[in-house]
């Protein structure tokens, strides 16, 4: 049931600040907050949308109809990016904004051909991105690895995406990814042997599917790109074969509400399906997707969440669970970080003790 939206319980709201968490599905083009957005544009004398009226100007543009409105300033922006030293500004930006939210880990989907087809010189933004996860690491404690993505309408870029990921394993590349418009005019079975040759090599299949079409869509991320976890797959819950193989094969969604509804997927948090999906069991992670531009964070998923669904700590706490275990991370780094969330969920006990005495 999808209570009313109340005010956020302080001690929700303090394990949600306060646990170390990981952030699944991130775009870093689409991380750019529009202040440096609009640096980028006018260092490299490039025009953005609303920029005449600056940031704020920026962001009034960030409201979209739909996801073909969405990539027209998700590409906008991207142009920006011009010399490493853009690309690992963007980065450690991020890991600014993860480490105020307490995100120690992020695994950053980075369409990395598109970039290269502009004509930015490879070598410089590999470097780019090296650098700025090393500042990241160094300057915030944020770990970053990064998932390049292929666009599923640019079957001609999916090998290319491969050999730059390859070429970037060594620096933090940790898998291969799918993302764009689902759109039957698209079909994912070309890219399978890409897909193939990526595992075989190490790196993880990590596939958007089943945001904006249906679960034949997700079927075919996992039958025909071996998906280990599948990016928003939401529409799983049109399909209860589907959510039952999810279950059984504990294969996580990155699910990421705010930018459903930033796209017009569904019209509010109660629409959405993701309580159907926590009921059916289905493995799943919050993730912000695309978060300056679709006006959230993290944490804010969280928040957003934890109010229209009337989450407990309990609940709270098994989603932050579930970022770490659901990432990539090495095994004693999970281990470390579980002992962390124990740690600081005792911290706040006395609280929750007291709220909940005060409760009864
Ligand atoms: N690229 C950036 N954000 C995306 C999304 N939500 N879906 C597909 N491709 C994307
Ligand atoms: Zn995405």
């Given amino acids: 049931m999808v209570r009313a939206m109340s005010p956020l319980d302080p001690r929700v709201e303090a394990l949600i600040d306060r646990l170390p968490k990981a952030e699944l599905h991130v775009h870093l083009e689409g991380s750019i907050p529009p202040e440096l957005a609009l640096r980028l544009a006018h260092r490299h004398g490039r025009t953005l949308p609303g920029m ?3 940031a704020e100007g920026l962001r009034q543009h960030y409201r979209f ?3 073909q409105d969405f990539l027209r300033m998700y590409l906008a922006i ?3 990016l011009v010399e490493a030293a853009d690309f690992c500004e963007i980065a450690v930006a ?6 105020a939210q307490r995100v120690v880990y992020a695994e950053v989907t980075f369409t990395a051909m598109t970039h290269v087809a502009r004509g930015v010189d490879p070598a410089a933004m590999l470097d780019g991105l090296a650098e700025g996860r ?3 690491r160094s300057e915030y404690g944020v770990e970053l690895a990064w998932v390049f993505d292929i666009v599923r309408v640019q079957l001609d870029r999916a090998e290319p995406t491969l050999a730059l990921a390859l070429r970037g394993q060594r620096d933090g590349v940790i898998g291969l990814g799918f993302a764009g418009p689902e759109s ?6 070309p890219f399978a042997p890409t897909f193939a040759r990526a595992r075989a090599a190490g790196l993880h299949a990590l596939p958007h599917a089943g945001e904006m079409a249906g679960p034949q869509s997700i079927w075919d991320a996992l039958r025909h790109l071996g998906a280990e976890r599948v990016g928003h797959g939401v529409r799983a819950v049109d399909d209860p074969d589907l959510l039952a193989h999810l279950v059984e094969r504990q294969i996580p969604l990155e699910v990421c509400p705010t930018s459903n509804l ?6 509010s948090l109660e629409a959405h399906p993701l309580p159907q999906l926590l009921r059916a069991g289905v493995a799943l992670s919050l993730a912000s997707d695309d978060p300056p531009m679709f006006a959230t964070t993290l944490v804010e998923e969280y928040r957003r969440c934890a109010r229209a669904y009337g989450w407990d700590a309990a609940q709270v706490r098994a989603l932050a669970a579930a970022s770490i275990e659901h990432s990539f991370l090495a095994a004693p780094r999970k281990q470390a970080l579980r002992e962390e969330q124990r740690q600081v969920a005792a911290e706040l006990s006395p609280l929750l003790d007291a709220a909940v ?4």
Avoid: T
């Fill in 52 to 54: 005449a009226a600056g």
């Fill in 65 to 67: 109809a739909d996801f």
């Fill in 78 to 80: 991207s142009g920006c």
């Fill in 94 to 99: 991020l890991a600014h904004s993860l480490a």
């Fill in 134 to 136: 090393e500042r990241a």
């Fill in 184 to 189: 039957a005019a698209y079909p994912i079975e």
């Fill in 262 to 267: 930033g796209i017009g997927l569904y019209p």
């Fill in 357 to 360: 005495s005060q409760d009864r």
